[in-house]
């Protein structure tokens, strides 16, 4: 039988999957980026590194972030550690099944034998989202899917159930960060320029479409980081050009130098609803304070959301411009990053101090 997370305000599911742990097999799913795949915590399968893994409630919140089912321990059998779980699980069921139907909240509810407002509530706490938002989103999965069978967008869209051209258009102009007939061709033809420049925080990549950045990422050196975005875009003409982003890239080096603290610069990055609410939220956080995870949720209007709103920030693509470094632990303590704890750590002090 599957344990609730929330009977164990202290658990670490880290600790559980290392133990191979079955009474949290349902409670949630850890995914493994090198690989793509998710598993139940008590899988057989080898165990990967710590700084590989991501973790989710449900196997359906996995499959939208990319990841797919392992299919030696087969963690979508796995039942959930309460009712919440498995109604949601049956909707988004029932919306895979047929994502192009034109189906309201009352009536998917009426068929589940659910009052509306539960399956509405119960949806936002373990998805960040409304089932019409994961409709939307699985009709956009069935459109991207058509366009790669056919040479035309119109019909593709009208497979997947959109009622016009404008609502695909409007759609992928902010899921995809292209337009339909540039994701058919695979990303082909997208021009992307980037600059690798040093940085307090170690070495600063920045990379733009001709609409705006579209990622900043730091490491210790630009081989990887320049590896990362080839493997983020692999049919993009990617072309290194310091001096074309000279303007964003030095935007960037006066704010970590406290210089410009108000960083208010273009942006093209794909992102879901969600995404988007919490990452408007981020840029209002003023400099040289914080937030934590659960005041973001609260102002999201889920006060139950925090893990949703970890992995929001956990997949900011444009570092520093989106400041993720101002999300803390309720505690205080820094919490997670993407780019290092101590990097972190050096971002808060530098805007602490900043003059």
């Not at 069921?93 to 119960?122: C, F, Y």
């Not at 869209?157 to 058919?184: C, K, V």
């Not at 990379?207 to 590896?227: H, M, N």
Request: net charge positive; glycine share 8%.
């Amino acid at each position: 039988m599957a344990l609730p997370l929330s009977s164990a305000p202290s658990f670490d599911p880290w600790r559980a999957v290392l133990a191979r742990d079955a009474r949290y097999d349902g409670a949630f799913v850890y995914a493994v980026r090198s690989t793509g795949i998710y598993c139940r915590p008590s899988c057989p399968s080898r165990r990967p590194r710590a700084d590989q893994v991501a973790f989710y409630d449900i196997p359906e919140t996995a499959e939208r972030a990319g990841f797919r089912a392992c299919r030696r321990c087969k963690p979508r059998d796995a039942r959930g550690p309460d009712g919440r779980v498995d109604l949601v699980r049956r909707a988004c069921r029932e919306i895979d099944q047929h994502p192009d139907a034109a189906e309201t909240l009352p009536a998917l509810a009426r068929r589940l034998g659910v009052p509306a407002p539960r399956l509405a509530k119960s949806f936002r706490t373990l998805l960040g989202l409304t089932p019409r938002r994961y409709r939307d989103a699985k009709r956009l999965a069935v459109f991207k899917s058509a366009l790669k069978r056919r040479t035309r967008v119109s019909p593709a869209l009208y497979e997947a159930g959109f009622s016009s051209p404008s609502r695909i258009y409007e759609r992928t102009h902010r899921d995809l960060g292209m337009t339909p007939a540039t994701y058919q061709r695979g990303g082909a033809g997208l021009t992307i320029r980037f600059a690798v420049v040093a940085s307090p925080l170690g070495r600063l990549l920045v990379a733009a479409t001709p609409r705006g950045i579209c990622q900043v990422k730091l490491g210790p050196s630009a081989g990887p980081l320049e590896g990362e975005l080839r493997a983020e875009y692999p049919r993009a003409a990617l072309t290194r050009d310091n001096r074309a982003l000279v303007r964003w890239t030095s935007a960037i080096l006066g704010h970590l130098d406290g210089k410009e603290p108000h960083l208010d610069l273009p942006t093209d990055v794909r992102a879901t609803a969600f995404q988007q609410r919490v990452w408007a939220l981020l840029k209002k956080i003023p400099y040289g304070e914080t937030r934590s995870y659960s005041d973001i949720a609260r102002m999201v209007g889920n006060p139950r959301a925090t893990r949703a709103v970890a992995r929001a920030c956990a997949t900011n693509p444009v570092a520093i411009v989106v400041p993720c470094h101002r999300v803390v632990s309720k505690d205080g303590t820094e919490g997670g990053y993407r780019w290092g704890v101590e990097r972190k750590r050096r971002l808060l002090e530098g805007e602490r101090t900043a003059d």
